[in-house]
């Protein structure tokens, strides 16, 4: 099924659980790699334009590493009419965020960066795209949104909530991919990886 990559190292920068979860389900033979990236806010871009940066810096901060290989960056956040949302720093932040997406439509916008590496980490080519996804969560009451927060499970999740937990029970639907929503946009990433074997 992976031919096209013949033999080619594929590397994904990132300590995500889900993607790497993901990625194990379509049996894409893979390494993972901590990124020595420092996430933050970038001031001045749209919220795609902030995933897509995020994701391609990711990639690149351990491109001398890997020589001869296609690093994978991704980043994943949740937008709403006030902004990005990313992940909550404790408990009372994600109750807070799951009180302004309650009853809502928002989107989750996932940035994917495919970068080869040559023989010297240097000679590089880059793909950044990103897939966006409408999700719809339910009119959360205070005690399901205390209780959900109660779980431990929206700490470490863009939005505070995890759609293929516990989280399910809050969205009462989707619009688009949905395992862009859990973190990875699967049909994406491997038309990227197709086009960057061409």
């Given amino acids: 099924m992976y031919a096209f990559l013949s033999g080619k190292r594929i590397i994904l920068v990132s300590r995500s659980p889900r993607r790497i979860q993901l990625l194990n389900q379509i049996k894409l033979p893979f390494e993972v790699a901590p990124g020595l990236f420092e996430e933050g806010l970038v001031s001045r871009k749209t919220p795609a334009e902030y ?19 296609f690093l994978i960056g991704a980043d994943t956040v949740v937008v709403d009419e006030q902004g990005i ?16 997406l309650r009853g809502k439509t928002h989107q989750v916008i996932t940035g994917v960066a495919v970068v080869a590496t040559g023989k010297t980490g240097k000679d590089v080519k880059y793909l950044v795209r990103y897939e966006s996804t409408e999700v719809r969560m339910r009119a959360l009451s205070e005690e399901e949104i205390q209780g959900y927060v109660r779980t431990g499970e929206p700490m470490d999740k863009a939005g505070a909530y995890a759609i293929q937990g516990v989280g399910a029970l809050l969205v009462e639907g989707i619009n688009g991919c949905y395992y862009n ?18």
């Fill in 181 to 198: 929503v859990v973190g990875l946009p699967l049909v994406l990433l491997m038309k990227m990886l197709k086009e960057m074997t061409r």
């Fill in 51 to 69: 995933a897509c940066h995020q994701a391609l810096q990711k990639a690149l901060s351990v491109v001398s590493q890997y020589p001869e290989a």
């Fill in 85 to 100: 949302l990313e992940k909550p720093v404790n408990p009372a932040d994600a109750c807070q965020m799951l009180r302004r």
